[in-house]
C-alpha cells in the first residue's frame, strides 16, 4: 500500500476508535458522578495507545519519503556475445599471419612472375646474354625532319662539273650527292625550287642546306640504286653503326671497316665497303667488339635515305 494512503488509513482509524471509546465511556457512567476522574484517565491513557499505534505508520511514512524515489528504470544489459578462441586468435594474431602470407618477402617468394621479369633469359636476349638474331631484317628509310639539327650554307656544293652524282645511300629516285668526300654530303634532294637538303649523318640527326640551281634543273633526273648502302644500320640489341669517310683505324689482322658504331665496336669487311653485307630476306655483317675476331650477326634494321 502507499505510504500516503497507509497515514491516511491510520488517522481514520484512530479518530474512530478515539471516538466510540468515549462515546462508550460516557454512555457507561452517565448518572455517576465518582467516575468522571476514572474516565479521564482512561481517557489518557487510550489516547497515548492510539498516539503510539499512529506513530507507526507515520514513520513508515518518513522512511518511505527519504528512500521512496524510484530510481529510473535502465534497459537491461545487453548480453555480450562470447567469441570463440580460434577468432580471437584471428583477430589478434591473423592479420600479421594474412599479410605475412599475402606478401612475397624480400625474396619475392610466392609471388607470381611476371612474364618476361626475372627469369633467367630476358625478352630479346639469348642464353648468353645476346640479344636473339631476328628472323628477317627490316628495311626502313629515313629523311631530313624539321627536328634535326640542320645549318645553311651559303656555297651551292652542287654547283661544278663532276659535283654531283647519284647518292650511294639511297634507293630511290631524284637522290644525289654533292660536293667533295669532306662536305659529307651524303644524299642530296630538292625540296622546293632551288633549295636542296642534305643529310650528312642520319644516326646524329645532322643536315645541310643551301640553294642550288644546278640540282634545281638535273636532280630529279638520278634514277633508283638497287645496290644502293644503307646510311644507318641497327645491330640486335639496338646498337647503331653508320658509314665513315675514311678507314684510318686498326683492325682484327687484315680486316677494313668502312661502318662505326656508337658504341665503339665496328663493321668488318675483307677490302670493299660493298662486301661488308651479306644481303637476302636477313642482312647479315661481320661485327667485332674491341678488334677482336669478328661474329656473324643478323640487323635488325637496314635504313636508306628516302621518303
Known amino acids: 500500500m502507499p505510504p500516503l494512503a497507509l497515514f491516511t488509513f491510520s488517522w481514520l482509524n484512530y479518530s474512530l476508535c478515539m471516538k466510540f471509546a468515549i462515546q462508550g465511556d460516557a454512555d457507561s457512567t452517565a448518572g455517576d458522578p465518582g467516575s468522571v476522574h476514572w474516565d479521564t484517565s482512561k481517557e489518557r491513557i487510550m ?10 505508520p507515520i514513520l513508515v511514512l518518513a522512511l518511505a519519503s527519504c528512500g521512496g524515489e524510484e530510481a529510473p528504470d535502465t534497459p537491461p544489459d545487453e548480453p ?10 584471428s583477430s589478434d594474431g591473423g592479420g600479421e599471419d594474412s599479410a605475412e602470407d599475402s606478401d612475397p618477402g624480400e625474396d619475392g617468394a610466392g609471388a607470381p612472375e611476371e612474364e618476361g621479369v626475372g627469369s633467367e633469359e630476358s625478352a630479346g636476349e639469348g642464353p648468353d646474354g645476346e640479344a636473339d638474331a631476328p628472323d628477317s631484317t627490316e628495311i626502313a628509310h629515313v629523311w631530313v625532319e624539321d627536328d634535326w639539327e640542320i645549318e ?3 656555297e651551292d656544293l652542287c654547283e661544278g662539273e663532276g659535283f654531283m652524282n647519284p647518292s650511294q645511300y639511297s634507293d630511290q629516285e631524284a ?3 654533292c660536293g667533295p668526300i669532306a662536305a659529307s654530303a651524303l644524299a642530296c634532294r630538292v625540296e622546293a625550287e632551288n633549295l636542296v637538303h642534305c643529310i650528312t649523318s642520319a644516326t646524329g640527326r645532322t643536315a645541310i642546306s643551301f640553294e642550288s640551281d644546278a640540282a634545281a634543273e638535273s636532280g630529279s633526273a638520278f634514277e633508283a640504286d638497287e645496290e644502293a648502302l644503307p646510311i644507318e644500320v641497327t645491330l640486335p640489341d639496338g646498337t647503331t653503326c653508320a658509314p665513315t669517310a675514311h678507314d684510318h683505324g686498326e683492325h682484327y689482322q687484315d680486316y677494313f671497316s668502312w661502318y662505326l658504331c656508337e658504341d665503339g665496336s665496328e663493321l668488318l669487311t675483307t677490302e670493299d665497303i660493298q662486301d661488308t653485307f651479306e644481303r637476302g630476306e636477313s642482312w647479315t655483317v661481320q ?7 669478328p661474329q656473324e650477326v643478323t640487323l635488325k634494321t637496314v635504313t636508306f635515305a628516302g621518303i
Open 47 to 56: 489516547r497515548r495507545r492510539m498516539h503510539a499505534a499512529l506513530a507507526v
Open 175 to 177: 637522290f644525289f650527292s
Open 80 to 89: 555480450v556475445q562470447e567469441q570463440p578462441a580460434d577468432s580471437d586468435d
Open 287 to 293: 661485327h667485332s667488339v674491341g678488334q677482336g675476331a
Open 152 to 154: 645553311q650554307i651559303d
